[in-house]
């Protein structure tokens, strides 16, 4: 049980973490993947590789250190660790393991001096408290998934009905259960977990639904990522009548249910989740819609034509693409850099509209600023992340 001596010892931690947090939890990550090559696939490699991973993990303890003695205040952030856990099958007996690695990083990264006997124990129950949280609420949402209509626990087989490009970077994989059965309706938003072997290897990764589901089968879209392993291998070995393992459908990105004006703001492959989502508004025919999609060129983006073919066929749609590489536009004038103006004149007068943005880190980081300075209420603006979550402001 989590004292309050453990929890003022906790706290007395935060500045160590906030200091070298990232330095533990890479050592973490070292020891963890190089001891337990059977949890390997569970984790996005590139994503070790550049740091994401290990930084995303140094973030979550440096709040919940922050907020042991009022976790409400985590938000949201518990949720999204919930439903990703949920997605890539996270179960009760990988807590202890991972328990074993975080506390003997926490020794070895910090020293006797530092991680006394008093800090060990302290965050021995922390941990506990939190595993403790985290599997119950895991083992709910399981518990949901399987009685929802069409859902199921752990993988099930997914045979590729249809295999798309649909740009220089993308394919879509259209995917339907062996078993014939329904497929759990996914919140527009969502995403699934994809389970494939490669070179002897279960790998695990997670994908947005970028459609849509008719309740028999669902659609993912591809970016072959420069080092992607899982992401390569689709590319280049999927292929129609390939099976291939999902999981249901999870994720705290949904698109709410409200009568304001909606704003869809897309960076780069950004866009899979907002199209399932503009797909849906435009469905209910209740909203003024804008989707706003900046990438590259125009070779590299997806779904161009079906945003157009919406648009066209319900005038409560308006849409802009941008492009970071155009030649008709002069030098020093890129079209594909957000700015107010564009984003100004996609915004109702009164700025009372739901804002939805995917897309890289640095771009979020850009548009959530610019939409502050435009008057866009925080709790308007809902994100997602593709790979470790990031903390983001608004303003």
Same mark, same amino acid.
């Given at each position: ?7 003022? !010892? &906790?706290?007395s ?17 070292d %020891?963890?993947?190089t001891?337990?090559?059977?949890l390997r ?8 590789a550049?740091?994401a991973?290990?930084?995303? /993990? ?18 949201? %952030? ?20 991972v328990?074993?690695? /975080?506390?003997?990083? !926490?020794?070895e990264v910090?020293?006797?001096? &530092?991680?006394?006997?008093?800090v060990?124990?302290? #965050? ?13 609420a895991e ?9 929802t209509e069409?859902? #199921?626990?752990?993988?099930?087989p ?11 970077e !993308? ?5 339907a ?5 329904? &497929? ?5 938003g969502?995403?699934i977990a ?5 070179d ?5 990764r ?5 459609a ?7 659609? !993912?879209?591809v ?18 009548g ?8 999870a ?11 909606l704003?869809?703001i ?5 866009q ?8 849906a508004?435009?469905?209910?025919g ?6 706003l ?5 125009p070779? &590299? ?6 945003v157009e073919? %919406? ?11 941008f492009?970071?590489?155009?030649p008709s536009?002069?030098?020093? %004038? ?8 564009v ?23 850009s ?10 209420p925080p ?6 992340f ?7 402001a608004?303003g």
């Amino acid at each position: 049980m989590l004292s309050t001596e453990h929890q003022h !010892i &906790v706290k007395s931690t935060v500045p160590l973490l906030e200091a070298g947090g990232e330095a533990l939890t890479s050592h973490f990550y070292d %020891l963890l993947l190089t001891e337990r090559a059977d949890l390997r696939g569970m984790f996005n490699s590139a994503h070790q590789a550049t740091g994401a991973q290990a930084r995303a /993990l140094a973030g979550g303890v440096l709040m919940y250190a922050k907020h042991i003695d009022r976790l409400e205040a985590l938000g949201e %952030l518990a949720g999204r660790v919930v439903n990703k856990h949920v997605s890539l099958q996270v179960q009760p007996e990988h807590y202890p393991v991972v328990g074993e690695y /975080l506390l003997r990083s !926490i020794r070895e990264v910090l020293g006797p001096d &530092v991680a006394t006997p008093a800090v060990i124990d302290a #965050w021995g129950a922390a941990y506990g408290q939190l595993a403790d949280m985290l599997i119950a609420a895991e083992r709910d949402m399981y518990a949901t998934q399987a009685a929802t209509e069409g859902g #199921w626990r752990g993988f099930r087989p997914f045979r590729v009905a249809a295999r798309i490009v649909e740009s220089a970077e !993308i394919v879509s994989f259209h995917l339907a259960p062996v078993d014939g059965g329904p &497929v759990m309706r996914p919140a527009p938003g969502q995403y699934i977990a994809i389970q494939v072997t490669v070179d002897g290897a279960p790998l695990r990764r997670n994908y947005s639904l970028s459609a849509v589901s008719d309740g028999t089968r669902y659609r !993912i879209s591809v970016k072959r990522d420069p080092g992607g392993v899982v992401s390569g291998f689709l590319h280049d070995h999927v292929n129609v009548g390939d099976i291939v393992e999902l999981t249901a459908p999870a994720g705290v990105f949904q698109l709410r249910d409200a009568g304001r004006p909606l704003v869809l703001i897309a960076g780069g492959v950004g866009q899979t989740p907002l199209m399932a989502m503009l797909e849906a508004a435009v469905a209910q025919g209740t909203r003024d819609i804008r989707y706003l999609h900046f990438v590259r060129n125009p070779e &590299v983006q997806a779904f161009r034509e079906r945003v157009e073919q %919406l648009a066209a066929a319900h005038p409560r749609v308006r849409f802009g693409f941008f492009y970071d590489e155009d030649p008709s536009v002069p030098d020093g %004038l890129p079209p594909g850099r957000v700015s107010s103006n564009v984003l100004r004149d996609m915004l109702p007068p009164d700025r009372d509209a739901d804002v939805y943005l995917v897309g890289p880190g640095a771009f979020m980081a850009s548009v959530l600023q610019l939409l502050g300075e435009l008057g866009v209420p925080p709790d308007r603006c809902i994100t997602e992340f593709f790979g470790p979550h990031q903390e983001m402001a608004i303003g």
